[in-house]
């Protein structure tokens, strides 16, 4: 069950990673504060803050009914969501009918109806499958290739000469963009350890997109 929203502006996240990026987008792109369930015990009523929730459970619809009938729900002025395509965008698309009566379009990953707003983190070069992982990728790609390339994509292949890889392209992605950070950053091994290690990341165009629907729903 999500927590009940306790902010007039509301973002809804995946996982702990969206979370971790997201609020470093808002805190350094956006000038703007969020606060996570946990450290919230009053309803917030300034414009300023954003109150950043984690889904966890996407797959599972009746989370997200029981979050629309949530007692602040209608206290929302500004809710957005942030999910990953996965394998199918129009299937994670339809999991929020419900709060974005919109309709889908396989050529889009941005929708707004009114106050409420949905990303869908797509491939950039397809709309209709991908994850925060393929953006990652891209940006580490732009700024530390030689590092990705050479060490992480080689031990890769060399392991897959002793134990089958398997053809899982969204596991072996996750699995490369770990050992990346694992090897890159010296406290946190998550993506938002990453990109507090390597702000200027959040310089990449690659994010445009996502910063842009941000400003759109929260400026």
């Keep these: 069950m999500l927590n009940n929203p306790m902010a007039k502006k509301v973002l809804l996240v995946e996982g702990n990673d969206e979370r971790d990026l997201c609020s470093l987008i808002i805190k350094e792109k956006l000038n703007l504060k969020y606060e996570s369930s946990q450290n919230i015990k009053n309803f917030i009523e300034d414009d300023d803050t ?5 889904i966890n459970e996407v797959e599972n619809k009746n989370n997200i009914n029981s979050f629309i009938k949530t007692s602040n729900y209608n206290n929302i002025e500004k809710l957005a969501i942030v999910v990953d395509a996965e394998s199918n965008a129009q299937k994670r698309f339809n999991i929020f009918n419900d709060i974005i009566k919109c309709e889908y379009n396989q050529n889009k990953n941005i929708y707004y109806d009114d106050y409420k707003g949905l990303f869908i983190t797509t491939k950039a070069d397809d ?3 991908g994850c925060l992982e393929h953006l990652v990728e891209e940006i580490i790609l732009e700024n530390d290739k030689d590092l990705y390339h050479d060490c992480v994509n080689n031990f890769f ?5 002793y134990i089958n890889q398997g053809s899982n392209e969204a596991h072996l992605l996750k699995a490369k963009i770990l050992a990346f950070i694992s090897v890159r950053c010296k406290k946190r091994n998550t993506v938002g350890g990453l990109f507090q290690e390597c702000s200027h990341y959040l310089d990449s165009n690659v994010l445009y997109d996502l910063i842009d629907f941000f400003n759109n729903m929260f400026k």
Excluded: L
Excluded at 50 to 54: A, D, F, L, Y
């Design 50 to 54: 954003i109150h950043i929730i984690t």
């Design 127 to 129: 709309k209709t499958s």
């Design 157 to 161: 292949n060399c392991a897959d000469n």
